[in-house]
Structures are given as structure tokens and as C-alpha cells.
DNA sequence: ATGAAAGCGCTAACAC
DNA sequence: GTGTTAGCGCTTTCAT
């Protein structure tokens, strides 16, 4: 393990003072051409990496970004953690990641416990509630991921045009009975799905059968697949991908073929809706892309700290495959 | 957003100096109980949180450890950074996550930009090249993981036993005419689990017809479908749950029944393996074990930087599912 | 048991 | 354009 080298290594190699050193790699306009381009070279040679801790303990800013998520196994967060590692190294951040194992007082913790070291954190919590967001806020600089409230910036995602897409594409193959499962009740998600559905389903003459809740899981959809086929509904819309996966095995074994019997749809579009069997109908959420925004969402905060709250909101898209089609 | 509170605010409201505020926090047993327990009560009262950038600087460590992978999309690294977080939590300690999408060359800059502001980096890096491996180890305390390499801490899953018992359980089958569909040629994971098959095939009369290298996603799984069966193979071993699924598709494309036709099997037990139909034999790779095991590792040997370097190997194991059978 | 003071590596006034 | 110096928030001698 070799030593570490700081500016003052530099200075004396490069027969300058720290500050001229600092200057040339901070500020580079304000040192003498000649003079920056030595100081680069020495730093290059000796290896030089500026202590990042000790330069933000005097800027205040310390270029990392904190994520906070639920679950490092749901692939749901992990695509937004990919969105936001790719977006924070093209502007020079290093992000801290949080799991939370879903609970949600863990969650107010570690983002209390990253705040010192972190210029703003990124929070996908669709669990905790409100009034502890609100003092979170008030202890960093946050953004919100798929989840909107008044005052905090969020990267949001629009489930409602999704959904809209789901109801027409059922519509058009001729379904006029159609379940709704849902997620937890209080998760923002399930809401605004669940939302997006009743709106889109007022502009077609469609009966909605409202089930559960269930938990978002693939055991939830095994659960919830009995259910829905003694509705006698055409097709079931599952609140995701994963418990639209129970539902598909649960019929599977009852016989019950989909999509000659029954058409399914999921949401979310995690991966393995396309490599299961049947192809999954499903609505892609732009995970990736959100992790990005949610970071230039917090970087263009911090540095403009008073302009107005940014909400912004990307669009989803309905994935038509094997799952769906005309009811028997 | 709350202006933060300094050590300084503590020790002028508690009456006493910096120093003690500090011992109180750090050596309780430095302090009266009576002055600690005030200090402890304003600080609490205050909501102070000590700066550990400010901490790391005096002391030398930061109380962060970094982790980095290839790809985030990928569920086996999802499920390394789970443990690695669980772990890091439990000792206190923060992690930064760095994903170079697959670019060995990135991966050696991201390890080098954490070293700074961690205690050590978990590299989980098939591909990057011995050399440099042990220049980054030179840069920083580095553990390894799934990779083995002299002088090196490592963290490793035995997957020699996994494909023993792969091999066990197909020729108990009645198996003969085994194909392995390699992954990439350079990676350590393909050059082990190559190798406990070559060992394992050894102690029967097996003809193991050796294919690939194969892309070690769907893809690669589509396109070796075919020429596995064009070897008249009874049985194809799938260097991973992705090609496994590749080749399940295909194969069902083709009208090839699995497992009557031919016995299929993957290797790490990714979550879908389990939810795909026919439900997948494979091994599974304990990778949230080996998670929390690279971060023991790795505090340990930041305790005891001069005691002999430990490689510990978690044990793989056979999860019997619905791809496997009797040749027809 | 506690305080005063030095200093970790760096940047930002302020001089020149 | 460059050097000197103070000080970010903290820990740790060294005194007392």
C-alpha cells in the first residue's frame, strides 16, 4: 500500500506553493499556462489524488450523492441505482447506496446518517410516511423517485398514460370485464395505477373489478389468480411484473390457458416478462432513465437553490407480447 | 434546511470543551460519567451528527467501503451489493457502489477515484487483467470477489462442488452425452466451473463435448440451442440461469421438450430460474453470503493488516427443479 | 478528568 | 500570477 501524496508533495516537486497547486486543478484560468501545466505534470507523475474529504470540508459540497431504496433484489431499484451511478459519474459524483430492507424507519436513518456526507440524496420510499419525508427535507437536499409531494423535487414516473394504454389495448381485443390487483394500498405506486385505470376505464363501457390488496410479489399472485378467475373477468391486470408472473404459474397449473382463456398484463417490465413463457404484455417503466433524471434533478437543485421545485415526469409505454388477446 | 451543528455547539452548550464532547463520543470511558452523560443529553437534544468527513481526516479512516461492479442490471451483482450492504451496516460503515458497464478499464479508474474516501474496495471483476489488479491492490486494501489471485483476499463461491453434483445427479439419471456451454473464455468463474465439470466428469463414463465461448446472456443461450443438439447430446449445462433461458426459449421454439427431450441445467439460481416454466435445475451461488463474507474480509484486514491473507470458499449447492430427467 | 493547542489535506481570502 | 495564512470539524498529544 503506498503512502498517500497530498498537494504539498505536489508544491514542493512542482517548486510552487499549495495554492498555486489547488488553483491549477480547481481553477485553471487562474494560474500562468506554463506554470499549470508543470503542476499537472508533477501531480500526473507522483500519482496525485486530491483528498476529496478535505476538500469538502471547506466547500461544504462533498461530490457524492446518497440512494436510498427498499431493496437491492428488486430489479425495479436496482435499474434506478444503475440510472443513477451512470448519470453521477458523468458529473463526477461517487454515490453512497442504502438498503433498507423495506423498512421504512431504516429508512429515515440512513438518510440522516448519509447526510453528512452527501450534497443531496435520492429517495425511493414508497413506504414512509409524509411528515418524516417533510423533516428529511428540511435535514438535506432531496429528491424524491416515483413518488410526488408538494415542496420536493421528484422524478417521476407516469403510470396513468400506461395504464390508459393497457385499457385501450384490452378494449380493442374486445374485453369488457376486466380485475384490477392491487399492490399495498399505501404505496404512491399502487395509487396512481390504480388511478390511471379508473380514469382510463370512465371513456369505455369496461366493468373494473377491484381486488386485494395483495402483496406485490409472486406469491401474492398466486394468491390473488383464484380470486380473479372467480370473477369471471377476461383479463386480470396485475399491480407488476412479479405478481403477474404468480398469476401466470397459478394458471398454468389450474389449466387455465393464458392467453386463449384469459389475458394478463403486468407493470414495470423487469426483464423477465420477456424471457418467461408466454412473453409477458407489460408496461415498461423507464427505470434507468429515472435514476438519471432524479439526479439532474438534485444536481441542478444544488446549484440553484432557490429556483422554483422541479417535478418531472417521464412516460411509460405499454409492451404488447404474448400474454393478451381477444377473450374466448 | 437546518444549518448543522458542530461539535463546538455541543461543547459550549454542555459547558465543557471540544475535547471532552469528543471523548464522550469516542472513548466513554475517558470521561466522568456525569460529564458524559450531559454531553451525550445536548447532543442528542441538538441532533448533532459528527462530520466523519472531518473524523476520516484525523484518523485516516473513513468508515466507507466501496464496492464495484460490472453491471448493476445484473441480479448476481445485486445480490454481492445486498450482502455487502447488510454487512456494512451492521459494522457501521457506509458503501459506495461504482458500476463500470463492463468495462474492465473503468473499473480500475473507479477503484482508484474510491480509494480516497473509503477504507477498501470489494472488486468483483471477471474481466480486468491480473496486473492491474494488483497495482489497485497496491493503491488500497482490496478484496476480491469470486476471483481467486495470490497475495489477494478473497471471497469465493466453490462452484467445483456445485457442478460435481450437477454431473452426479445427471449420470444418476442415466446421462451419457453431456454438453457444456462455456461462458467467456477469460473469466474466472468459467475457467472454476469448466474445470469442477472436466473433474467431475473424470469419475464417470461421460463424453462431455465442450462448446462456446458463448455471450453469457439470452442471446448466447438462443444461439448455442442449436448446436448443442446438433451434437446429439442428452443433456446441455448452461454456464449460467441467462443462457439457460436462452436455450429453454429456443428450444420450445423448435418444439425440443425439456426435460423429456433433453435435460437442461444453469448455474447461479437468479430469482427467475425459480419462476420460469419448466421451473430451472441449477446451482446456487450463495452471492449474499459472499457479500457480507468480502466485507468481513475486508475489516479484518484493515484490523490486522500483517496477519495472513484469508481466501475463504462458500460452499455451492444443487437446487433439483423440473429441467432435468432421464434421456428418452 | 479535562482543557489548550496542533494539525489532518485542502481552499479561499488577502497580500504582494 | 503567486505566496501566505486562516480555518473547515474533528481527534489527539501534552499539560494541568
Redesign the interface.
Known amino acids: 500500500?503506498?503512502v498517500?501524496v497530498t498537494i504539498r508533495d505536489v508544491a514542493r516537486q512542482a517548486q510552487v506553493s499549495v495554492a498555486t497547486v489547488s488553483r491549477a486543478l480547481t481553477s485553471p484560468d487562474l494560474v500562468r499556462a506554463t506554470t499549470r501545466e508543470r503542476v499537472l505534470a508533477v501531480a500526473a507523475d507522483l500519482g496525485y489524488?486530491?483528498?476529496?474529504?478535505?476538500r469538502?470540508?471547506i466547500t461544504g459540497k462533498?461530490g457524492?450523492i446518497g440512494i436510498v431504496v427498499p431493496?437491492?433484489?428488486n430489479?425495479f431499484f436496482?435499474?434506478v441505482?444503475?440510472g443513477v451511478?451512470?448519470q453521477a459519474?458523468m458529473a463526477s459524483h461517487?454515490?453512497?447506496?442504502?438498503?433498507s430492507?423495506e423498512d421504512p424507519a431504516a429508512e429515515e436513518q440512513l438518510v440522516?446518517?448519509?447526510?453528512?456526507?452527501v450534497d443531496g440524496v435520492i429517495l425511493c420510499s414508497p413506504g414512509i410516511d409524509e411528515q418524516q419525508v417533510r423533516e428529511l427535507a428540511?435535514?438535506?437536499?432531496l429528491v424524491l423517485l416515483n413518488r410526488r409531494m408538494r415542496g420536493v423535487p421528484a422524478a417521476l414516473m407516469n403510470s396513468g398514460s400506461g395504464m390508459r394504454q393497457v385499457i385501450d389495448h384490452l378494449v380493442a381485443l374486445g374485453h369488457h370485464r376486466i380485475a384490477f390487483l392491487n399492490g399495498p394500498r399505501t404505496s404512491w405506486s399502487n395509487k396512481e395505477r390504480r388511478r390511471g385505470l379508473r380514469v382510463a376505464v370512465q371513456r369505455h363501457d369496461v366493468d373494473l373489478v377491484d381486488m386485494g390488496p395483495f402483496p406485490p410479489r409472486?406469491e401474492g399472485g398466486l394468491q390473488a389468480a383464484d380470486l380473479a378467475m372467480a370473477e369471471k373477468v377476461t383479463a386480470i391486470v396485475a399491480y407488476n411484473d412479479i405478481m403477474a408472473?404468480g398469476v401466470l404459474?397459478r394458471l398454468?397449473d389450474r389449466g387455465v390457458r393464458v392467453p386463449e382463456d384469459v389475458s394478463l398484463t403486468g407493470f414495470d417490465d423487469l426483464?423477465?416478462g420477456a424471457?418467461?413463457?408466454p412473453p409477458l404484455t407489460t408496461v415498461a417503466m423507464p427505470v434507468v432513465p429515472a435514476g438519471r433524471l432524479a439526479v439532474d434533478l438534485l444536481l441542478d437543485r444544488l446549484a440553484n437553490r432557490d429556483a422554483e421545485v422541479r417535478q418531472e415526469e417521464l412516460d411509460t409505454q405499454l409492451i404488447v407480447r404474448a400474454t393478451t388477446a381477444p377473450p374466448a
Open positions: 500500500m503506498s498517500a489524488q486530491p483528498n476529496l474529504a478535505a469538502g470540508l462533498t457524492n431493496d437491492l433484489n430489479p436496482t435499474g441505482l444503475k451511478q451512470n459519474r461517487a454515490v453512497f447506496v442504502a438498503d430492507d440522516r446518517a448519509m447526510a453528512k456526507q428540511d435535514a438535506t437536499t409472486y408472473l404459474a398454468r426483464m423477465f424471457l418467461c413463457q
